[in-house]
């Protein structure tokens, strides 16, 4: 949680001593007692001024920054796919160059060769794993071929899972800019890192940026959120919770349909199966303290809720939520070429980085790691037995 938001006492011990002491009633002369009662004014207004100007959170700056993410992506990049690749290509240096700026460590992971795509783009935050996590022991039993070169992870991340992962694709359909679908995500996300990046949460939680959400590739093994998830999977370190952030800006609030798409009222719908309901609660309870959010949690119809990177990691057993706003499917431009900055609601996007923000402070801490190895071997003896 950054300084700027979240409210806290002072901490200046010093400045609290010299408080005390003015404060302290002792025999003085009338004119010495007005000027120490002045003395103490002054010292309590240099101390709460500053607590004032750190607890006020910058929505003007936010929406600053917002705006110029989904600018970049969608007017000086424009469209990102395989018919425009160098496009995606700077798109996908934007987003590295911007984490790198802000000092985030991430990994650009080139996990997709048919077609050639840009990278799985992860940044991590938190805590370090344990020392035990940052060697692990191949994932097989006695006795087991080591696997393939192809079969083993990504990259050289300790194999520990994030407690957290939020998503979002920076793809978008031929012909279309994607202001809303989904530079808005990106934006979004972009922005929480920002913030992070200052102030580390409590837990270990990962943002992570996919190629190729768009058709033909959701849910096929050419899909970057599929790809991670089998990564993940082989190294036993699939995320607890997963959130896709996808399609924020535009939140049609005249769109007299929404009812019949089975869409909330709100500024903001959490979507999720009913195997998701804790995560879909949770989340929907934090963002409603800060816009008004509703959770759409049903077995069937809303097909909207798997449409997006949460999915694949569903599909292995995660919770997983698509975080959207509850206009998307009513939007005139949806994936047409009118997909353009100037049409979303940046202030329903700051109050979403707001409210994620709260979200990941509110986080319990996970369990400790245990090697998995252990739990392999041991599995092994008892079938032996």
Aim: proline fraction near 11%; aromatic fraction near 4%.
């Amino acid at each position: 949680m950054p300084q700027s938001h979240r409210p806290h006492p002072p901490n200046s011990s010093a400045s609290s001593r010299l408080l005390t002491r003015v404060l302290r009633p002792t025999p003085l002369k009338p004119a010495l007692l007005l000027t120490e009662v002045l003395l103490a004014g002054m010292l309590l207004l240099t101390l709460v001024a500053p607590l004032q100007a750190e607890t006020q959170w910058d929505a003007t700056t936010i929406q600053t920054n917002l705006r110029r993410t989904v600018a970049t992506l969608s007017t000086d990049i424009g469209e990102r796919n395989a018919d425009a690749p160098l496009n995606y290509l700077r798109a996908a240096a934007f987003i590295s160059d911007q984490l790198a700026l802000w000092g985030v460590p991430l990994e650009s992971l080139r996990l997709i060769t048919d077609p050639p795509s840009p990278p799985v783009i992860v940044a991590t935050f938190g805590p370090e794993p344990s020392p035990a996590a940052h060697n692990p022991a191949p994932l097989t039993k006695p006795g087991q071929p080591t696997p393939s070169a192809s079969e083993q992870p990504a990259s050289s991340t300790p194999d520990t899972a994030p407690h957290l992962l939020l998503c979002a694709h920076y793809d978008t359909v031929p012909g279309s800019p994607g202001a809303n679908d989904n530079a808005s995500g990106v934006a979004v996300l972009l922005e929480l890192a920002r913030l992070l990046a200052d102030a580390p949460p409590p837990v270990r939680l990962q943002i992570a940026l996919f190629p190729n959400e768009e058709e033909p590739h959701f849910m096929t093994p050419a899909s970057g959120s599929v790809r991670y998830a089998e990564q993940l999977a082989m190294r036993s370190a699939l995320p607890l919770r997963v959130i896709a952030v996808d399609s924020m800006g535009w939140t049609g609030k005249d769109a007299g349909w929404r009812a019949f798409m089975n869409f909330s009222k709100g500024n903001l719908t959490v979507g999720a199966r009913p195997e998701s309901r804790p995560l879909a609660d949770n989340l929907t309870q934090t963002l409603s303290r800060i816009t008004d959010t509703a959770a759409v949690v049903t077995r069937d119809g809303a097909f909207w809720i798997d449409k997006s990177d949460h999915a694949p990691f569903v599909a292995r057993g995660c919770q997983g939520v698509l975080l959207t706003a509850p206009g998307t499917l009513a939007y005139p431009c949806l994936h047409l070429g009118c997909d353009t900055p100037e049409k979303l609601d940046y202030k329903t996007m700051e109050m979403t980085v707001h409210g994620l923000l709260e979200f990941i402070a509110q986080q319990p801490s996970p369990p400790p790691h245990r090697d998995h190895t252990e739990t392999l071997i041991d599995s092994g003896d008892k079938q032996g037995a």
